[in-house]
């Protein structure tokens, strides 16, 4: 039956920025099409910080997938003050995270070093070698490093908002992106 | 030599793509998590229709059953003691009606026709019960009002069983 459902949704969609607010009125009535027009603008955004902030894909589509389906259950609080696209990527990013805390507290948080990551990730414009490289990098690095790498030097938030997401200390935060950055550098001169 | 890797990977940062598209396509699980999370919570506006059919049947059944009990001379006085009065009838077949408007996934027309028949059975009741009150031991005014009863709770059973039935059709 899931099936079924699946088969009669409408291909990707386009959204112009006047209608996103329109659009989330209408996914806040509980009208799922425009809640997928929300997704497909936005699932780019998510899936990216969601597979650096895991470093693994299979974990990144599970976030993706528990982000979207949260955001849905939680769209009465949208207040549009900020775009959706904004609203959903603090979801994606506190889901990663609380799954990162569940899976230390039972110690199976997976060190990645396939190459799942590679094939996720297209070549941007110009220097594609290196982009995939600090992908890989970034993928390799111990869990916390590349949770503060990502949110600092990826996503751009300060380290006060990281500590606040994390529950880690300023200074831990810190010291996190110093060593990822000193592994990185590492790395990509190798 | 720090500043010089620093600007590198700060650079090779910069070229990162912002959007990853995910390799499966992820909107058929979600939709199907979201539509498992409605199915879940969609019997709300049935236990209203359960609560109206309760409430009509209960209602019906108790008043006749006390008023066939209640022999001879003490008829009237006892379908005077347990009837709840007009008021109590015009509420009950308004949230009734309230009920078949307020369920979801009705075609209009069906919508309609239930609502129709409704009415003709709330205006009949309302026939009976004034005739009641001119002459309460008529055993087949009784006999009338209590057949509208039961006519009342088949259609909003029938209405229950339509929506279920539309509710499938739209779950394929």
Known sequence: MESALVMQLPTRTHLDNGDESAVAARARDGDMAAFEQLYRRYVGRVHAVCLRLAGNRTLAEECTQDAFVRAWESLSQFRGDSSFGTWVHRIAVNTVLERHRTQMRQAVWISHKDDEILESVPAPDSGPEHAMDLEQCIAELPAAARMVFVLFDVEGHSHEEIAEMTGLAVGTSKAHLHRARRMLRARLEA | ?172
């Open chain 2, 1 to 172: 030599m720090n500043n010089v890797n620093d600007n590198k990977l700060q650079k090779a940062v910069d070229r990162l793509p912002r959007d990853i598209t995910p390799a499966n396509d992820l909107w058929p699980g979600i939709a199907a998590r979201i539509g498992r999370k409605q199915r879940a919570t969609r019997p709300l506006w049935a236990y209203g229709l359960a609560a109206s059919l309760f409430v009509a049947v209960g209602a019906g059944s108790l008043w006749f059953g006390l008023a066939q009990r209640t022999p001879g001379a003490g008829a009237a006085a006892g379908i005077a003691a347990v009837s709840p009065g007009a008021t109590y009838f015009a509420q009950r077949a308004a949230f009734a009606e309230n009920s078949v408007q307020s369920a979801p996934n009705l075609a209009p027309a069906t919508r309609g026709v239930i609502l129709q028949n409704l009415r003709i059975i709330e205006n009949s009741m309302q026939q009976i019960e004034a005739a009641l009150e001119k002459d309460p031991n008529n055993p087949r005014l009784r006999a009338l009002l209590f057949d509208l009863y039961q006519n009342e709770s088949r259609l909003l059973a029938a209405t229950q069983q339509i929506q279920a039935q539309t509710n499938q059709r739209n779950d394929l």
